[in-house]
């Protein structure tokens, strides 16, 4: 099968030379799983070392569905699509993983920079960004990869804005069938319930909720409508994992109605793949918060009485002030998150499991 990065002379990506532009256009498509154009953020790339990457992004000024309250800042989420295409583009054009392979992810998780939500500032320009990656824990099985931990350093005009972490596995087309079985790709997915009022989940659309009302206290069922342009980009047999940390961010902005707050922490574990044709719950827990303005909330989503999905967020006001550390005692509570997401210890029990593949 042929890799999806060929050698080509004309090429600027494989080994771009002096005075390379890491923000003239976009890497290809299909090098992030992506079937639009404008969904791809990743804009270069350049290896520096046999595991050391550095990689150019840009976020558009205003994104047509990942965008905050107000359009002052740029969506801290943006961070976690971004790192989720920079997996993909490395071991697709970093260690020649072919097109067809599937990518799960473990585990993903972002935090943002000591400024704070003002280092994602939205201005007169796109927002140009820089991503220092280095890959640890690399492991090859028959001369190809089979997974990495991939770390990231972002920075925005010289300064850092944010870092993020993600456990990547390569699965071969035919492991992944059956993986799946067969019958998957012909599931119908169940029909959207309605929305909940977009104004409680900090949207302004009731196409962009994707959280239905249940009479359960701080509960949810899940929305999956495939026709959503963005969360469905691409068809899939299964929920996308960026859609399972949007409906983790809507949740916790409905339990912090009416005060509008932004992810400035997100990181997220993942058990198992979320069907499509069967309902998922989604249930949100505000966690103790001594200073009361950054909470820390936990976010989990059941599928056939088994946790699917674990996400934890830290959530701070977008009026209040930014700047000062996010994590560590000075900067008050931080996400109480998997210890893996970021140090590479092993995962705790129950958060690592077979992994739904955020980057299919």
Not at 5 to 11: G, I, R, S, W
Not at 131 to 147: I, N
Not at 183 to 210: S, Y
Not at 322 to 348: C, E, Q
Request: proline content about 11%.
């Amino acid at each position: 099968m042929p890799l999806i990065v060929e050698p080509d002379a004309l090429d600027p990506y494989a080994h771009p030379g002096t005075g390379y532009d890491f923000h003239e256009r976009t890497v290809s498509r299909h090098l992030v799983h992506r079937t639009s154009v404008s969904e791809v953020f990743l804009t270069g790339w350049q290896a520096t070392g046999p595991y050391e990457f550095r990689l150019g992004a840009q976020w558009p000024r205003m994104h047509g569905f990942y965008r905050l309250p107000g359009d002052r800042h740029h969506d801290p989420v943006l961070m976690a699509e971004t790192l989720r295409q920079a997996g993909l583009l490395v071991g697709h054009a970093g260690f020649g993983v072919p097109n067809g392979h599937h990518f799960a992810l473990d585990d993903l998780g972002y935090t943002l920079g000591p400024a704070g939500l003002a280092g994602l500032a939205v201005t007169a320009e796109p927002a140009s960004l820089m991503l220092d990656v280095v890959c640890e824990d690399v492991r090859m099985r028959g001369g190809r990869l089979a997974s990495l931990r991939l770390h990231a350093e972002v920075s925005r005009d010289g300064r850092p804005v944010g870092r993020g972490s993600g456990q990547l596995r390569v699965i071969s087309p035919a492991s992944y069938a059956r993986l799946r079985g067969p019958g998957r790709r012909t599931a119908v997915p169940v029909r959207p319930g309605p929305a909940a009022a977009p104004e409680l989940v900090g949207r302004a659309h009731p196409a962009d909720v994707v959280l239905s009302p249940t009479l359960l206290p701080d509960s949810w069922v899940l929305r999956t409508d495939a026709r959503h342009p963005v969360l469905f980009d691409q068809k899939l047999d299964h929920v996308p994992g960026m859609l399972v940390l949007e409906a983790a961010r809507q949740a916790a902005q409905r339990l912090r109605h009416p005060e509008p707050v932004a992810p400035v922490e997100l990181v997220s574990s993942f058990d198992r793949y979320i069907e499509l044709d069967r309902p998922c719950l989604v249930r949100a827990v505000r966690e103790e918060a001594p200073d009361g303005r950054r909470v820390p909330v936990r976010v989990l989503l059941i599928q056939d009485g088994r946790t699917a999905a674990d996400c934890r967020l830290l959530t701070e006001p977008l009026g209040g002030p930014m700047g000062g550390p996010l994590s560590g005692p000075a900067g008050g509570p931080s996400v109480p998150a998997p210890r893996d997401a970021f140090d590479g210890r092993p995962a705790a029990p129950g958060l690592g499991g077979t992994g739904l593949p955020l980057a299919s």
